[in-house]
């Protein structure tokens, strides 16, 4: 662990070199910081707050406005669920609400196991295809809340056994 947290103070070191430090560049290294970790971590937070001359507070001010970064490590697999208006009326909003049952999570979360987070989105421009689920960038066309389960176990969802 403590490897890992050195790794880590040397990787915000760099970023925030390669800004010159300046706290004007707080979203960019923001960027950075979560491109490298994939997520903001609290230890970087607090080391990139010391390094610019500002409190921990005010960077996840700053973070929490734009909803692109993430305060915990993403999932191992991307499921986007297109609610665009070709999807939504072809049943996107069902799709939605089996892939957060089997996942049991809701839109902008992730499952407890860490392998899938869940995301809702506005269009991914294959409306003839619809309604689409999109899986780590992979277009999956004409989905049915009967094709949810199938398509998770493809990425490693197990179902959980229904014993009593």
Do not use: W
């Amino acid at each position: 662990m403590a490897n890992a947290k050195r790794r880590n103070v040397s990787e915000v070191e760099q970023i925030v070199g390669r800004y010159g430090g300046e706290r004007s560049s707080l979203i960019p290294i923001l960027q950075d910081l979560q491109e490298s970790f994939g997520y903001l971590s609290e230890d970087a937070v607090d080391d990139l707050a010391r390094r610019i001359g500002v409190s921990p507070n005010e960077i996840f001010g700053v973070a929490t406005f734009y909803a692109q970064f993430r305060f915990r490590p993403p999932g191992e697999h991307t499921v986007r669920v297109c609610l665009g208006t070709a999807c939504h009326v072809r049943g996107g909003h069902q799709i939605l609400e089996e892939v957060e049952r089997r996942l049991d999570t809701k839109a902008g979360g992730t499952s407890a196991d860490r392998k899938f987070d869940l995301e809702r989105v506005a269009c991914v421009g294959c409306c003839a295809l619809a309604p689409v689920v999109v899986v780590d960038g992979k277009v999956h066309a004409g989905m049915t809340p009967r094709k949810v389960s199938p398509l998770l176990s493809r990425y490693g969802k197990r179902e959980e056994s229904k014993d009593a």
